[in-house]
């Protein structure tokens, strides 16, 4: 559904996990995020860039091959895709589609076009590497951490940046790939918001943001998580139950972070 618009930004949230569809438009491209995640939303989005791509190029930034991040990839293709290296070569290619296949078999679900592992035609090989897709200039850093091919990206003039699975309103840190690449990551958002005019804040999950005293909450939070997980006592995991509505939904997932961070 329809989550959040302005001027030449649209983003679209699925019912599932708040997950987020970014659709910037100008002149020349259209660049989309992640499309996802059940068949009916994809479909709206599919509806939406039928409606304004005229003879524009579409483009699809991968911020990572978590599944339900590639979920629609089959629907749009004739889409270029922009992903990190890493994604390129990641080894669990099969088993990412094979959860895909499970998921759909679990709630039944038909889907109108086949699932497929993106095909990457603009790689992402070095931090603060820049391309011109169209009129517009996108930067992009590697963020690792949530996954080793995580990717933030910064979209000028428009001052947007897309964070992929980091900085959400309604999620701690997950640490799916390593708890250090994590901390330095965030480091990275720092500079990034210090060093761009950053006027939108799009995460992977959770709420767009325009506002920048929430975005420095998002990183400061994620700061604070990350040096709490260490030596935690409980009185993180009572934070965050009260901060995160949906909490004991996430529960095995911070149990997880806490032996994550341990092992370092």
Not at 134 to 163: C, Q, R, V
């Amino acid at each position: 559904m329809l989550h959040f618009q302005e001027n030449n930004i649209t983003v679209f949230q699925s019912s599932l996990y708040m997950t987020s569809t970014a659709i910037i438009q100008s002149n020349e491209v259209i660049i989309m995020t992640d499309p996802n995640w059940l068949p009916g939303e994809i479909q709206e989005v599919r509806n939406f860039i039928d409606e304004h791509l005229d003879n524009k190029e579409l483009y699809i930034i991968y911020t990572h091959s978590d599944y339900d991040h590639i979920i629609g990839s089959g629907a749009f293709p004739e889409a270029k895709v922009i992903a990190t290296e890493e994604f390129i070569n990641n080894p669990d290619k099969e088993k990412i589609i094979q959860r895909i296949y499970e998921f759909d078999q679990k709630y039944y679900i038909d889907r109108n076009y086949v699932p497929t592992y993106p095909v990457v035609d603009l790689p992402i090989v070095k931090d603060g590497e820049s391309k011109n897709i169209g009129d517009l200039s996108l930067t992009f850093y590697k963020a690792p951490g949530h996954t080793n091919d995580s990717l933030f990206t910064i979209i000028e003039p428009y001052g947007i940046f897309l964070s992929g699975d980091y900085l959400s309103d309604v999620e701690f840190p997950f640490i799916f790939s390593n708890y250090k690449d994590y901390v330095d990551t965030i480091e990275r958002a720092s500079y990034i918001l210090n060093h761009f005019n950053i006027n939108y804040l799009i995460p992977g999950h959770g709420s767009t943001t325009t506002k920048k005293e929430e975005m420095l909450n998002r990183i400061n939070f994620s700061k604070y998580y990350l040096q709490q997980l260490v030596h935690d006592n409980g009185d993180l995991e009572t934070k965050c139950r009260s901060k995160f509505r949906f909490f004991e939904g996430m529960k095995s997932i911070h149990d997880d972070n806490k032996r994550i961070a341990i092992e370092v």
